[in-house]
């Protein structure tokens, strides 16, 4: 069995695409951690409630929560750096925030977004950048863990697809893994997606699960698959090097 870190920025990241490969993962046996740098707090969501940011946070920390429940987390933990604001936010403090993390979990994989932040949002950028530059320390230092950094991305959307015009996705040629998702996942998803009741109109919008069309891609960072894998954990070798694993 591998353990899986995900690194995102904000509450729901989790739940608006990888939600059902984490389900999935876990019913499988393996360990899934996730790591929410912000409480999500500046959210426009937070002026059609009427809640301060201090009760934004506390709101969405609540709903993060239940989803760990949900997804049936083996750990989570909620940071409380400044939402829509980390680009301001020293990235050596990021930096040595997911480092520490990284040695409490000794995940053998960990999942950010892609350099595209898929939505372009500044915070998935930072996050992108932080967990890149970590995982890139780790191996300089002969680290032996993490064996693998995969970014969560989306494929070309199907011509026919209705997928909202800001969400970008990964040429075809940088995705090393492509997962078919089970149905039971998908429904396990949906309830996760559910305990963001603050969030509700928003996923109503934007069906965040249908630009899945089925599947999770991920890109996987120096490594190359051709063809594309179907399990994050494949081609892990016993000795902890990566199978597709090109760069020093």
Known sequence: MASFLYVFPHPDDESFGPAPLIAQQQRQGHDVHLLTLTRGEATSQRDRLGLTKEEMAETRYQEMMDVAEVLRLASIRVLQYPDG???ETSPLML???VAEHL???RADVVVTYP???VSGHPDHLVAH???KRVVCAFRSEGIDYPKRLA???LAAPPPDADRPEHLRHSPDALIDCTVDLDPADMETAERALDCYETYQPVIEEH?????LHGQVHLEMFGEDFDPVVSALDAG???NGTPQGLTIP
């Open 236 to 238: 892990l070798s016993e």
């Open 151 to 153: 970014f969560f991305t």
């Open 85 to 87: 604001a980390l680009a």
């Open 95 to 97: 930096e040595d925030t």
């Open 129 to 131: 950048a932080v967990v």
């Open 207 to 211: 069906q965040p699960l249908q630009s």
């Open 115 to 117: 350099v595209h932040g």
């Open 103 to 105: 040695h409490r979990t």
